[in-house]
């Protein structure tokens, strides 16, 4: 089943050398969309040999690149409101996220930061009355465009979710069942004790794989669940406010753990912890809240930054204030 | 419990704006308390009557031979043989034909069906017909699996009460699971979907297993509705006197014979004059309760055991 096109890859200059993508060639993996053709009404209108799928995207030139944030993005975000039935929940959000990199989401509550962090992985989808306006480009192709499958998005682009959430199974299960419910080739036994070693949870738990994981800890079930993720190996990480439900000392590990993660992949955390945000994050989305015509609070992107310049130098000063703790 | 005398820790000052009237406040709580408590003994007292009523009418009649033999014209002669196997029979085929389309159905109406209008019909349609006479759903069997579906059916035969039947528990088992399965945690769902699995591989791997137990013993009770209904299967002519059993090879055979039940068999001595044929029909509802209970026994087992799977 699956096919493997091996796609030219782009020419090197420009390209930050140490990033991963240094590669001759790019794989890209077109498997994933093959079993939506069977049921999709519009995969008629795709012919697999069509021209696949990589973003012609402005070259940086290699001297310019200084600047920690001048890196190419890898999501990029056009004019995307949300709705929840009629109330608008998000309103026209223009946002890149850098390769990566960590981009933190902050704001008080109901600023639209998760509703934002959740079309990235179509997990709003899973909302009944959910609706999204506008595009969020992935290898430049919009998820929300008819053709693209979810369930492949997901595969792509993981997510850890705010209450650690492990499957009732055991440890190991845990981390194969993410394995083998895509197909993984490989040796399963390998994959997971990678995947546990790269969450910093394998020296904890290599002694007790078979035990059911719900008797972790809170802050190794969301290791494990961050495991999981990894398993798979997405490109982007999604974090949904991973640390709000753990004590300072398990915050701690996870957000070393973030950091080590950085190096692999692109990281969208979500959090309400402002000095979380301002240890681990590169680049800082500041959302606020707003009163529409009708009376209803929704949410808007207010400011976008690297994060020094969000806590340092905030060009608004709703910024000013909810990152100096005066609301929020 | 109730200090009656009690050292009040109210300063007089406090008191004028605040009277905690605590003397009174226990009053009702005593009161409503015995009137709790009279209710439940007043339910479990004629439980007990019951019960005891046909344990003594009824006792003195069980035996082997009792369950061994067929129904005869002479009480002392008269057995439960072809109306237990009846009933086991009935059962397996009700079973059999209720729990997949049941089962299968709460999964889709829960997990796949869009929340549309029509969902919502086919909802409040499900939970209405769970309340509709069995009666009912026997002059319907009458007509559709006695008389239409006649050559498959074979007529009167225990095919056509177990579908009868099947009608009668499938909103039961329905909505139950829709429960069962409402009561699996999103966070679950929601995981597996955050790891690329499609929805099916969601049900089948992660609440199907969470919700199994409970699923089961919905499954359990409505077999135990099954097994006590009368009304629907009389309409539907099941005889009273069967000298014999279904043969089961071949089992198209087994499915067309005629059959009785043990509700059927009890309400047909029970009409008798003669007393002897009365201490029968209690010595058969004695052994409709054995099969009943051990049901949910093996509902509370089943249940216990794959709870206690699950959280090893």
């Keep these: ?328 | 419990m109730t200090p009656i005398n009690h050292y009040s820790f109210s300063t007089p000052d406090a008191e004028q704006r605040f009277q905690p009237v605590l003397t009174s406040r226990y009053r009702l709580e005593r009161l409503f308390s015995t009137v709790a408590l009279i209710a439940t003994l007043v339910g479990l007292i004629v439980l007990a009557v019951l019960l005891a009523d046909i344990l003594i009418d009824g006792l003195p009649r069980l035996s082997w031979d009792f369950i061994t033999s067929f129904p005869s014209r002479r009480p002392a002669r008269a057995g439960i043989l072809s109306p237990l196997v009846g009933t086991l029979w009935l059962l397996s085929i009700t079973a059999l034909v209720a729990i997949p389309i049941g089962v299968g159905a709460g999964i889709f109406l829960e997990e796949f069906a869009a929340e549309t209008t029509l969902a919502k019909i086919i909802e409040i349609n499900i939970g209405n017909l769970a309340a509709v006479p069995s009666i009912i759903y026997g002059l319907l069997a009458l007509q559709v699996f006695v008389r239409i579906m006649e050559p498959i059916t074979g007529g009167r035969s225990v095919l056509a009460g177990g579908l009868t039947l099947s009608l009668l528990i499938l909103p039961i088992i329905i909505v139950s699971t829709r429960e069962a399965l409402r009561g699996v945690p999103s966070s679950i769902r929601q995981a597996g979907y955050a790891l690329g699995t499609t929805r099916w591989q969601v049900v089948r791997d992660h609440v199907l297993p969470i919700a199994f137990p409970s699923i089961l013993t919905g499954t359990i009770l409505a077999l135990s509705r099954a097994i006590g209904e009368t009304a629907s299967l009389i309409t539907i002519g099941a005889l009273t006197f069967i000298a014999f059993l279904p043969t089961l090879i071949p089992i198209t055979e087994g499915l067309r014979s005629p059959f009785t039940v043990l509700p059927i068999q009890t309400y047909n001595w029970i009409s008798r004059p003669q007393p002897e044929f009365h201490n029968n029909a209690a010595a058969a509802i004695i052994v409709l309760l054995v099969v009943l209970l051990s049901m949910n026994a093996t509902a509370i087992f089943l249940r216990n055991r794959s709870q206690q799977i699950r959280n090893d």
Excluded at chain 1, 102 to 113: D, H, L, Q, R
Excluded at chain 1, 304 to 313: K, L, P, R
């Design chain 1, 1 to 328: 089943m699956s096919v493997l096109i091996k796609a030219r890859g782009r020419g090197q200059k420009g390209e930050n050398q140490e990033t991963k993508d240094n590669k001759d060639e790019q794989l890209i993996l077109l498997l994933p969309f093959l079993p939506l053709t069977f049921f999709h009404p519009s995969s008629a209108l795709r012919p697999l040999s069509s021209p696949i799928l990589y973003p012609q995207k402005p070259m940086i030139s290699s001297a310019s690149v200084t600047n920690v944030v001048d890196t190419e993005s890898v999501l990029q975000v056009e004019n995307l409101s949300v709705y929840y039935g009629s109330f608008l929940a998000l309103r026209e959000v223009n946002l890149e996220i850098p390769k990566h990199k960590i981009t933190a989401f902050i704001g008080p509550s109901g600023c639209g930061k998760s509703t934002l962090l959740r079309c990235f992985n179509r997990m709003n989808d899973l909302i009944s009355g959910a609706r999204v306006a506008g595009k969020v480009r992935y290898r430049g192709i919009d998820l929300y465009e008819a053709n693209v499958d979810p369930v492949d998005v997901r595969r792509q682009i993981g997510m850890v979710f705010q209450k650690p959430n492990p499957f009732p199974k055991s440890i190991y299960e845990n981390v194969a069942y993410a394995c083998r419910i895509n197909g993984y080739q490989g040796n399963v036994d390998e994959l997971v004790e990678q995947s546990l070693q790269s969450a910093a949870l394998w020296d904890e738990v290599k002694d007790k794989l078979k035990q059911n994981a719900l008797s972790l800890s809170g802050g190794q079930q969301q290791r494990l669940c961050i495991a999981r993720a990894l398993a798979i190996e997405p490109e982007i990480l999604l974090m949904d406010e991973p640390c709000s439900a753990l004590d300072p000392i398990s915050t701690m590990r996870i957000e070393e753990l973030i950091k080590e993660l950085r190096q692999q992949y692109t990281i969208i955390i979500v959090t309400h912890n402002m000095q979380q945000a301002s240890r681990l994050s590169h680049m800082t989305a500041f959302f606020n809240t707003t009163l529409s015509d009708e009376g209803a609070r929704g949410g808007y992107l207010a400011e976008f930054g690297t994060t020094a310049q969000i806590f340092n130098s905030p060009i608004q000063e709703a910024t000013q204030d909810y990152v100096s703790g005066r609301f929020g």
